[in-house]
């Protein structure tokens, strides 16, 4: 008989990015799929959220792509993950002060913006693609200025993740 705890268990870190990837696979973004998962001190899920089209606009009727006329692009209309994270949240405000995001994407600047305003202060993330683009840099500076902490997650492996009916 085996007394000893299984040891490839997923860390706190490990555990709450995968639950940020499976939110992203909800996201109907043909081309950036983006999770959030808000987390209190105690390693309690307070929210999670994907981007994707605001309540009430027809996600067969919104506009996906990338190219083109700002106007006829996902840009101006897309709610952020963070941002549906934070709406999403039921609880009391008081509850995000001091807790952590866990994100695929590294937050532009207004997810920045709206991260500092709920009070969440520590943000874990997968990806920073856009790390040299104007809007990361600002991110940066509004989590710097506003003593939010911000690093990037160490993935020790790779995890899968497979549903099937018996």
Not at 52 to 69: I, L, S, T, V
Not at 103 to 116: H, T, Y
Not at 119 to 144: C, H, P, Q, W
Request: glycine content about 4%; overall charge neutral; charged content about 25%.
């Amino acid at each position: 008989m085996n007394n000893k705890k299984r040891t490839n268990y997923l860390s706190w870190d490990e555990y709450f990015m995968a639950i940020t990837e499976l939110s992203a696979m909800r996201s109907k973004d043909p081309s950036t799929t983006v999770g959030a998962c808000i987390v209190s001190n105690d390693n309690r899920i307070l929210s999670i959220g994907y981007n994707g089209a605001p309540n009430g606009y027809d996600d067969d009727e919104f506009p996906w792509g990338r190219e083109g006329d700002n106007l006829n692009t996902k840009y101006p209309y897309v709610c952020h993950a963070e941002l549906n994270a934070i709406l999403n949240y039921r609880g009391s405000k008081k509850d995000l002060e001091n807790a952590k995001i866990y994100v695929d994407l590294f937050p532009c600047n207004e997810c920045a913006k709206i991260i500092i305003q709920s009070g969440i202060k520590e943000v874990i993330y997968l990806n920073d693609k856009y790390a040299n683009s104007e809007n990361n840099i600002a991110s940066r500076t509004l989590f710097d200025k506003c003593n939010v902490s911000y690093h990037k997650i160490n993935m020790n492996k790779e995890i899968k993740i497979t549903l099937k009916n018996n």
